[in-house]
């Protein structure tokens, strides 16, 4: 009987960088094969090429595949990965891997613990002990060249009313000057 059987990634799992896609097809008349990928959660999803998955030169009726699947020129989300397996006759199957979660430029969410009732026996709550850890103080952050400080503006300020002062003397004086030539 044919059957896809998907070893990774699982559903849910989060992928970075270069991930190994890991199955296997079974199945006697297996043509070809296919592996894409689809945005999460989309009613009519468009498919995208990884690999394709040719059978092995034995003839055997267990083809496995192990491909490598480059996820950092995805933007990061949830995605669905499909394999495909066409036999002769026209015949085809898939198996579905629902809601993978690429991950390469924000970070991987984790699980977060059930809320212990009050119920619960103190045996079965966990405690922690938080250590200070020494050395660990904090610092100053350097000073942005970039930023713009209130002395910086009041400076630029009277450097510039300074200026226009100069320029209208000197052109004041220049204008005294040309217009006693004149007479």
Partial sequence: MPSIFIQSPREGQPLQGVELLDGRIRGDGFTEGKIAFSYSGVPDPTWFFIADILPGADGSAQTSFQVEWDTTQITDGNYD?????????????????????????????????????????????????????????????????????????????RLSGISVVVLFIVGGIYWQIKNRDRR
Wanted: hydrophobic content about 30%.
């Fill in 81 to 157: 990965l499909r394999v495909v397996a066409e036999y002769k006759g026209g015949a085809a199957i898939y198996e579905l891997i629902p809601n993978l979660r690429i991950r390469n430029h924000t970070p991987v969410e984790t699980a977060t613990p059930a809320p212990i009732s009050e119920d619960s026996p103190a045996e079965d709550m966990p405690t922690s002990t938080i250590e200070p850890t020494p050395g660990n103080t904090p610092t100053a952050l350097p000073p942005n060249p970039a930023e713009v400080r209130s002395d910086d503006l009041y400076r630029v300020l």
